[in-house]
């Protein structure tokens, strides 16, 4: 008896791609998503991330070469040929802007000379990216795009060539927007097909931006927070309060500041003293507010006094977004006032974690994001009110123009936290108090970014 030859098995088909712009928004959602599909990263700094953590996927950056820089020069001269020949319409535009009074270097001796060259230079990063995501589709099959915006520049060109080209796209927005007026804001644009929804608020949200037909078809989807499932169980995944004083380095002192230490010359957290956190913010230029400099100022004065009031330690948490350097003129800002505290720009669940069981509070500058991660854990918060960004339903007390902080804390520490805290973490994020936010999102992915179709 022969053994009959046997045909070579025919080589697997490529996994299905899901094209995602990156950031930390989402990278929690890399694993579950990548035993799913292979992951194509628009942005270079992520692709190695990926690589790092032994996950299937691929930078978009791969497909680059010389030709396809030579093709986006080309594009972006062409435009920015357009463009410098249409300056008379640029400049009336800036000049109605500005009533007439326009400022120096808007004047159109100087805009005719760099205005061209920066619309030129931003198009020829677009043009690569539109080259390189060509090549993409040409070799694999892109069956969805995941963003975790859609108002950047790089994200919007991805977002328009998935449309173009017939692949579905999905919105899962960084955080909560909280702007409460009626005019034009960038947040209030999403161009994706879908929206992966934080909760009932972010719904309402982009319902009331001409997106009521969303809502009704399935297109938008609650699904939570990703970055925040870890809050919803702060005993397994966060510090204690313990654990985050000492970290902070927050210990006890005698009257001249110098460390109390036990027997063994062990300096002594103290876990006794109140924590008042200020969250501060940065000037942004996506919204419509104004006057940034003053208002920060003016919080600022309020977290001092605050602090004072409460005999309090200041932690100041700083925005990522602040410029460098501003730690310093926050530190010296606490001498001046002869406050005992600190300063930081990250350590966001260490702060948290140190103002829990009664021991703290958050102030924060504008409605923050911050305030729900505090909600989470029970610390209570109160923010300042700037223009028309404001928490629009139950939650930290607001503090506006010619109100007190101090009160307001105050007002913030004698909230029921099961009728306060938990329904306004709920209401921002839809997985509290389970945490399923990153299951949920891939649930709807695979519903949408489905290989079949």
Known sequence: MTN?????????????????????????????????????????????????MGLPGFGLQKYGNAEIQETAINVAYEMADKVRHGMGSVNGVVSEAFGGDVPENLQPEYTNKWWPSMVGEHLRNEAIIVQMLEALVNERKVVGCLVHEDVTPDARTIVLWCKSHGVPTIHVPHAN?????DGWDIHTESISDYIAASGEHE????THWEYSKWSQDGRIRLCGVPQLDGWCHPEDNKPSRWEARRVLGIILRDADGNPIKDVNGEEIIDMDSFLLIYASSWEQLTNTTG????????????????????????????????AQGTEQVYLNALQQYAIPGFVTRQFNEYVIMAATEGKGALLSHGPSNICISAAMVGVPSAYMA??????????????????????AIKMAMQLDKSKTWDLFSKNCNDAWPNGNAKERIVEFVREVCSPSQ
Not at 203 to 206: K, M, Q, T
């Open 4 to 52: 009959e030859p046997t045909s070579p098995s025919p080589p697997s088909e490529p996994r299905p791609v899901l094209l995602m712009t990156g950031g930390w928004t989402t990278q929690g959602l890399w694993q579950p998503l990548s035993e799913h599909y292979d992951i194509c990263l628009a942005h270079p700094q992520m692709s190695q991330q990926l690589a790092d």
């Open 177 to 181: 927007c909280f702007y409460t007026g």
């Open 203 to 206: 719904r309402e949200f982009y």
């Open 291 to 322: 006057g940034f400099a003053g208002q920060m100022e003016e919080s600022l004065r309020q977290a001092f006094e605050a602090a004072k009031e409460l005999g309090a330690i200041l932690c100041i948490k700083m925005h990522p977004g602040e």
């Open 386 to 407: 700037v223009d028309d960004f404001q928490f629009p339903f139950p939650g930290p007390i607001a503090v506006h123009p010619g109100g007190n902080a101090t009160h």
